[in-house]
């Protein structure tokens, strides 16, 4: 797969995707049930691999082939929402683990053998305000001790490995409020039923996640990743690159309510002519198209940032903020543009519009966006 371009890239996902119809995701979607077999064949075909290191028997791209990968997979119709995880954990792993820790997951996670889909951040009590989350991880001779509770945990099920944050040192001790976290990677086949319970939030898309609850969950104290206490600072790296992540998927989505649209504008026909030929119609599709190629350069921005190892989180941000706005404006376009049958489950349109407006509110809301960039980009005073 090395030194692959981007448009090689682009034209084997499309034709591994070609394999997954949209009988395929409309099954699932109406089952609620977990695209085992698309994840098993792009693990197989080495895609979910593609940032390991070679000599971890990986493919050693970037973040920039990464997001071509994701971004194809939703541009086929798919939903990359169901593995993009193992694609930015990885980054976390990559940047701070040990070479222990590498050494011991990395071949098993690019054979196939783990998966390292799931990362806990989010608590139910303090949502977006990280740095006051309340689960604690304290050391007792050899292990870690957990105690606490998180919300919104994806892929879990599907996953043998889940990057956790935690307070390792209480709030009240720290100088700054981002010191004393700490990231581990748990294994979760030791700690599902051995003090970590899991429980699935049903929700508006077909997107496996979960609440979680730990008691007294003992982690080996070597599964800690890097320093004890910089956690917050390592798992900035895995936020950027699922940003960016997201950003091209929503690219991918938006190229195809675009495309979509355009299609049935140019073949429904009404009134006798197509409705495509109405400026009415014919101009959100094009504006949309235009809001997508605006926010891909940003993306592109932020994935080679990140690839070249500069500080990104300004460009991952705003590549992110702009493409979730530019695909859900194209799904409203494009819910519009097929009318009533828009509403269709067989047009495949509603399922897409449901996934992508997630984007709005995760992994990281709209409002947070703009105070970030309120706040470290011009200057702005703290509004938190
Ligand atoms: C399907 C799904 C999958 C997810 N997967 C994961 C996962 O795998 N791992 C994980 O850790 N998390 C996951 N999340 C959680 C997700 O990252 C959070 O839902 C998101 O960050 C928002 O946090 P919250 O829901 O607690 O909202 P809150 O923090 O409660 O915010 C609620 C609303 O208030 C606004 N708001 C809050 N504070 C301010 C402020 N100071 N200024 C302006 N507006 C503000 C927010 O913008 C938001 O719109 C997932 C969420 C969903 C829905």
Partial sequence: MLERSFEEIRESVRALCRRFEPAYWQKLD????????????????????????????????????????????????????????????????????????????????????????????????????????????????DRYVVNGQKVWVSRLQHSDLMILLARTTPLSQVERKSDGLSIFIVDLRAAIGRGLTVRPIRNMVNHETNEVFFENLEIPAEDLIGEEGKGFKYILDGLNAERALIAAECIGDGYWFVDKAARYARDRVVFDRPIGRNQGVQFPIAESYIEIQAADLMRWKACDLFDRRRPCGAEANMAKYLAAKASWEAANVCLQTHGGFGFAAEYDVERKFRETRLYQVAPISTNLILAYVAEHVLGLPRSY
């Fill in 30 to 141: 109406c089952e609620n049930a977990y695209p085992e077999e698309f994840v098993r064949t792009l693990t197989e075909a080495g895609w979910l691999a593609a940032s390991i290191p070679q000599e971890y028997g990986g493919a050693g791209l970037g973040l920039s082939e990464a997001s071509v990968i994701l971004e194809e997979i939703n541009r086929c119709g798919g939903n990359s929402g169901a593995c993009h995880g193992q694609m930015y954990n990885m980054e976390t792993l990559l940047r701070h683990g040990s070479e222990a820790q590498k050494r011991g997951y990395l071949p098993k996670i690019a054979s196939g053998e783990l998966r390292l889909q799931s990362m806990a951040v989010t608590e139910p009590t303090t949502g977006t305000d990280t740095t006051k989350l309340k689960t604690v991880a304290v050391r007792q001779g």
